[in-house]
């Protein structure tokens, strides 16, 4: 039961994902979509590239189902021995063209556990985070107050919380530096039940439009040229 409703939900983000995109490239611009399987997973990854307003964009699903965990996941988690798992999830990257458009990426991912005469054992994860390559304050605190607003009804902690790891996560130690802007970043989630750790998630996955595609209509018509070119790939090649 889990995973059907779980995989409907996230078969529709991706739908509702790509249709932004292409509403605003407008230009006859569409997806690439390959739908892809073997043994023990499969999928479906939609590539959009060299847009007018996006350079490379990727939103891809997938499913995984094995029988028996790996050892390097049941290193952590001795009482997952024995279970077979499945895996489901969105993820999202977003590259846009024009350097006044910021980067982001998301995604929203499903595990399960399970064995015979046992309770499953299943979370949540996910998240969304922002990259500007050119800040604006108004930007920001759109992106922010949006995943605030999206947490509150969940617990008026839970946005501090998932910011705070969003913002450790992707801190790049080795430069010193942040990524980007954050956003929320949340794993393991599985308490109280499943109907509120599914409702967080979807609100997740649903807001992540609310909160970026504003962004990019402000920032979509900005006139650019090779020095912001080149600043974006300067940037970018910091993620590393």
């Given amino acids: 039961m889990y995973i059907s409703i779980v995989k409907n939900f996230l078969l529709k983000l991706q739908n509702k994902i790509c249709n932004f995109i292409i509403l605003e490239e407008k230009d006859n611009k569409e997806f690439k979509k390959d739908k892809w399987h073997s043994i023990d997973c499969y999928g479906q990854s939609c590539i959009l590239k060299k847009g007018k307003v996006f350079e490379q964009v990727g939103v891809n699903y997938s499913y995984i189902h094995k029988n028996n965990i790996p050892s390097s996941a049941t ?4 009482k997952l021995l024995g279970y077979s798992f499945k895996a489901l999830g969105v993820s999202v ?8 458009i910021p980067t982001t990426h998301a995604n929203i991912r499903f595990f399960i556990a399970e064995k015979l005469g046992a309770e499953p054992i299943w979370w949540f994860g996910g998240g ?3 990259t500007p390559f050119y800040g604006f304050e108004e930007d ?3 992106w922010h107050k949006t995943a605030f607003n999206i947490c509150l009804p969940f617990g008026e902690h839970l946005y501090y919380k998932y910011k705070k790891w969003c913002d450790e996560y992707f801190y790049i130690k080795h430069r010193n530096e942040q ?6 970043f949340f794993d393991d989630l599985n308490k109280p ?4 750790c599914f409702e967080f998630a979807k609100a997740i996955g649903n807001g992540f439009l609310l909160a970026y595609q504003p962004i990019v209509i402000r920032r979509k018509n900005y006139i650019w040229g090779k020095r912001e070119r080149d600043f974006q790939l300067y940037r970018r090649s ?3």
Avoid: Q
Avoid at 179 to 184: E, P
Avoid at 193 to 196: C, K, L, M, Q
């Fill in 93 to 100: 990257i977003i590259h846009p063209l024009n350097p006044y």
């Fill in 179 to 184: 990524r980007g802007v954050g956003g929320l």
């Fill in 140 to 142: 920001v605190v759109h």
């Fill in 238 to 240: 910091r993620y590393v």
């Fill in 193 to 196: 039940n499943f109907e509120y």
């Fill in 75 to 78: 290193f952590y988690h001795k």
């Fill in 128 to 130: 969304f985070d922002l």
